[in-house]
């Protein structure tokens, strides 16, 4: 079985930071391409970012530019700086991987969600 645990989440002022993070643990044998979604009340769950085992990033429009994700495949885990906030962003976000068991099976694993509040 492999988890999905986020952390970073809060309550800011828009204008703000906020650097949200997630690690991956259990069975895994490897890690495909990790992401962030996000879902407002009333809203579908959109993708907000997305990198590659290689590296290579791909961002939802409404965040270029003020959004930065990361990923440490050493550890596991991949990092959302989200700066400039505006009250828009304010959603839960759930860490997403396409993760392959060490019984090679790959499949996606979703975290539980963290809030991301931006508000005056």
């Known amino acids: 079985q492999v988890q999905l645990v986020e952390s970073g989440g809060g309550l800011v002022q828009p204008g703000e930071s906020l650097r949200l993070s997630c690690v991956a643990s259990g069975s895994i044998f490897s890690i495909n391409a990790m992401g962030w979604y996000r879902q407002a009340p009333g809203k579908q769950r959109e993708l907000v970012a997305a990198?590659?085992?290689?590296?290579?990033?791909n961002y939802a429009d409404s965040v270029k530019g003020r959004f930065t994700i990361s990923r440490d495949n050493a550890k596991n885990t991949v990092d959302l700086q989200a700066n400039s906030l505006k009250p828009e962003d304010t959603a839960v976000y759930y860490c997403?991987?396409?993760?392959?068991?060490?019984?090679?099976?790959?499949?996606?694993?979703w975290g539980q969600g963290t809030q991301v509040t931006v508000s005056s």
């Open positions: 997403n991987a396409r993760v392959t068991s060490r019984s090679m099976i790959s499949r996606d694993y």
């Open positions: 990198i590659s085992s290689g590296g290579r990033t």
